[in-house]
């Protein structure tokens, strides 16, 4: 079955990189996703990746996708304090309209100053 | 902007009360989400629909019901509150089609059951 996890928590300084790590088991994932949920508020998506890429990035993220390995990690440079929020990985196995996405259980991340 | 709106961000309900929680999108999605999250847990799927008066369950549908009428509104319906449901539930939805399910999601409804 489908199965997504994460470590619950990651503390940064400000200004340092943040790097917020995911595996998932099922190999057919098309999609992956990271999604962030501020407090008080729903998700909210950052980004996605298709199965077939290695790397996207965009502005201050970039996410690297490791197939073999089923990896998949978020990385957040200069992080500051307004990025202190719960990243959510999901993954769906097929295109939209015919299938969900299962999530994983948050990682929390805090950012001091 | 895709709009998702929960039109109950907090609810305070008795064990045994009927529950309907209502979810209304603006940007003629053909699918919605209802999923509840819980310190933990994570967000887990309780009902999905890709289209009118059609309805899926997800991985704990049990105790809950869904209703889908009109494209742009879904809700999730409590029949005998437990309070083993008090939860936050949050609902979402996303266009069909051959790309990524890109889910949009409302800001949530934080149910209490006593």
């Known amino acids: 079955g489908e199965d997504v996890e994460q470590s619950l928590f990651l503390s940064v300084r400000e200004g340092d990189s943040s790097v917020i790590n995911c595996t998932y088991t099922?190999?057919?994932?098309?999609?992956l996703y990271w999604y962030k949920q501020e407090p008080g508020a729903g998700l909210q998506l950052l980004t996605y990746?298709?199965?077939?890429?290695d790397m996207k990035q965009d502005q201050r993220l970039t996410v690297l996708l490791n197939k073999k390995d089923k990896h998949l990690s978020l990385r957040i440079a200069d992080t500051q304090t307004g990025d202190s929020a719960i990243y959510f990985c999901?993954?769906?196995?097929?295109?939209?309209?015919?299938?969900?996405?299962?999530f994983g259980k948050g990682t929390m991340l805090l950012v001091s100053p | 902007d895709v709009k998702v709106t929960q039109s109950s961000r907090y609810l305070v309900k008795r064990t045994g009360e009927k529950v309907f929680l209502e979810c209304v999108q603006d940007?003629?999605?053909?699918?919605m989400f209802w999923y509840r999250q819980d310190p933990g847990l994570g967000l887990r799927l309780i009902y999905f629909?890709?289209?009118?008066?059609?309805?899926e369950k997800g991985d704990i549908p049990e105790g809950y019901s869904v209703s889908r009428e009109k494209k742009e509104r879904f809700s999730l319906i409590l029949e005998s509150a437990s309070t083993n449901q008090t939860s936050m539930y949050l609902c979402?939805?996303?266009?069909?089609?051959?790309?990524?399910?890109?889910?949009?999601f409302g800001a949530g409804s934080r149910l209490t059951v006593l």
């Open positions: 999901a993954e769906s196995l097929l295109p939209s309209g015919y299938s969900t996405l299962t």
């Open positions: 099922d190999s057919s994932s098309t999609y």
């Open positions: 990746i298709f199965s077939n890429m």
């Open positions: 979402a939805s996303s266009l069909s089609g051959d790309g990524a399910n890109v889910l949009t």
């Open positions: 940007m003629d999605h053909e699918n």
């Open positions: 629909s890709y289209d009118v008066k059609m309805k």
